[in-house]
């Protein structure tokens, strides 16, 4: 029976619906379970409490701590007592992560957590069918890879076949998937690819007549989706000749003869130095929500010095009401001389359309540098504010973030 019920979902259901179906059927289940598990990391650096049955993330873990460590499973909590289990374990956490699907932390607490998505999107615009598509591609990276996937040979055709479909998952998608996130790696069994992806088409990359690469995508009015890529056995010369780029292009390359004025380039994680989220960025890609999955809740402990630390490292984008900002953290754990910061903080800026960027600074030196850091970010735009919280505490700023999205979102709805 149950059986017959997926078939009758993937069948009836329009492929860009299914995984908010699933996630709003998720949720409902997973709320009648009264009880969430607790669990924790200790290092001589960092120590996590980890609350949620979504909590243990191996990519959150592996920013952490460097490497995929196991959570150990301390205690079990009930779902009513969430906010006074956060507050139990903050005595001896110096940083708490929450994550699950059917439960939140609520009241006076959220004004506390920082809201970490787990995805967000990236699109970009393409120039009408009947313009030149080129010049809209102009960052010299993006230049230099055109011309590489052209000295390549790469070249792109369109299939609907199911047998490719097959060859493509086991040959393409999982190594790939594989080679790129090892422990984190999430890859559906094949019964189950099939069933999510079976109304999509392949766009299929071959060199000298070699199938060599490809993608899942999915035309949905007037945007094109790319859902899952893939390289012949994760091989690293193609990789280096530039496949992933030709990729990225060919699907570009579709969506504007067929008129397609955007493009989803698909999902990302949400941290500013993440690989995936960068390379989308020189396509053209605007950030934009996902909320096809669970946040973070993040809480800052008593030992800031730590918390500090990893925000210093890993910033990140946090999510209020579907307006997001990115978080560049300058403090004792970041030494840069003037060029290394402009080179840092041009890296770390993102567009989107409800993408605000805050350069927060968490000690007095980084604050006596701030006419530096105004002259290289950009002077157009308002959407990038310095916050000085030399004085204040990490704990203060998600309500900072909460209030500035609420007043934003009030000025729109005037």
């Known amino acids: ?109 959220v004004d506390s957590l920082f809201n970490i998505p787990y995805y967000v999107t990236q699109t970009a615009n393409i120039p009408p069918k009947d313009s030149d598509l080129l010049p809209a591609f102009r960052d010299p990276s993006t230049v230099s890879d055109i011309h590489k996937i052209q000295k390549a040979g790469f070249e792109y055709h369109i299939s609907s076949d199911p047998a490719q479909l097959e060859h493509f998952y086991q040959w393409l998608y999982k190594p790939f998937i594989l080679s790129r996130h090892r422990d984190s790696a999430r890859i559906p069994s094949w019964p189950s690819f099939k069933r999510i992806h079976e109304n999509m088409e392949l766009l299929l990359l071959s060199k000298e007549g070699q199938l060599v690469a490809g993608a899942l995508n999915l035309q949905t009015d007037d945007c094109y989706t790319g859902y899952a890529n893939g390289v012949l056995n994760a091989d690293r010369k193609l990789i280096k000749d530039g496949v992933v780029a030709a990729i990225y292009w060919f699907g570009i390359v579709e969506a504007h003869r067929r008129g397609c004025r955007t493009v989803n380039l698909g999902t990302s994680r949400p941290f500013l130095k993440n690989g995936v989220l960068a390379y989308k960025k020189k396509w053209g890609g605007h950030v934009v929500t996902d909320d096809n999955e669970p946040e973070f809740r993040v809480l800052t402990c008593g030992n800031q010095l730590a918390a500090q630390r990893f925000f210093e ?12 900002t990115s978080l560049i953290f300058l403090g004792e754990h970041t030494v840069l001389n003037d060029r290394e910061l402009s080179s840092y903080l041009r890296a770390s800026l993102f567009q989107g359309d409800q993408l605000s960027t805050w350069v927060v600074l968490l000690n007095t030196e980084w604050v006596a540098r701030m006419e530096t850091i105004q002259s290289i970010l950009p002077r157009a735009t308002q959407s990038v504010q310095i916050i000085d919280l030399s004085a204040a505490s990490l704990r203060e700023l998600p309500a900072l973030i909460h209030k500035s999205q609420a007043t934003a979102n009030s000025v729109a709805l005037m």
């Open 1 to 109: 029976m149950l059986d017959y019920l997926k078939k009758k979902f993937y069948q009836n259901i329009p492929p860009h619906l299914q995984q908010q179906i699933k996630s709003s059927i998720l949720h409902v289940w997973s709320r009648m379970s009264p009880c969430i598990p607790v669990y924790r990391i200790e290092s001589s650096t960092l120590t996590v409490t980890f609350i949620g049955r979504s909590s243990c993330d191996p990519y959150l873990i592996s920013l952490l701590y460097g490497e995929c460590l196991d959570c150990k499973k301390i205690a079990i909590t009930a779902t009513w007592n969430i906010n006074k289990t956060i507050l139990y374990w903050e005595k001896n956490s110096d940083l708490i992560v929450f994550r699950d699907r059917g439960f939140q932390p609520s009241g006076a607490l």
């Open 313 to 324: 490292t890993t910033p990140f984008i946090s999510q209020y009401n579907n307006k997001l």
